[in-house]
């Protein structure tokens, strides 16, 4: 049975850090690539970026680039989301996705996710 649990999440001021947890069981570690995705109140869930199944590519959406970064440990089957300089905007559901491919074409839209998380609330106030 695939699971991917997330964990991390929490209250933090702006201008602070946040590490985000994706533990996957029932799968190989390399079998799929990790999408994070996010829901804002109110707004669609879309994907900010996304990991090979390798580790070996990256892609990120434009209003995370350069603050936030992904990687996956293949021996802890667990992929992870740096997140700095968090901003007010940032607030949302943080969900992490089993996806078939880290694609630039397809890797922001929800669809591609095969298996989901149950999401962790990041909240970015002073």
């Known amino acids: 049975q695939v699971q991917l649990v997330e964990s991390g999440g929490g209250l933090v001021q702006p201008g602070g850090s946040l590490r985000l947890s994706c533990a996957a069981s029932g799968f190989p570690a390399d079998y799929y690539a990790i999408g994070w995705f996010r829901q804002a109140p109110g707004k669609e869930r879309v994907g900010i970026s996304c990991i090979s199944k390798s580790g070996g590519s990256t892609l990120y959406a434009d209003s995370v680039k350069g603050r936030f970064t992904i990687s996956r440990d293949h021996a802890k089957n667990t992929a992870y989301l740096h997140m700095n300089s968090l901003k007010p905007e940032d607030t949302a559901v943080y969900y992490c996705?089993?996806?078939?491919?880290?694609?630039?074409?397809?890797?922001?839209?929800?669809?591609?996710?095969?298996?989901w998380g149950q999401g962790t609330q990041v909240t970015v106030s002073s």
């Open positions: 996705a089993a996806i078939a491919l880290c694609d630039s074409g397809s890797y922001y839209y929800p669809q591609v996710a095969d298996y």
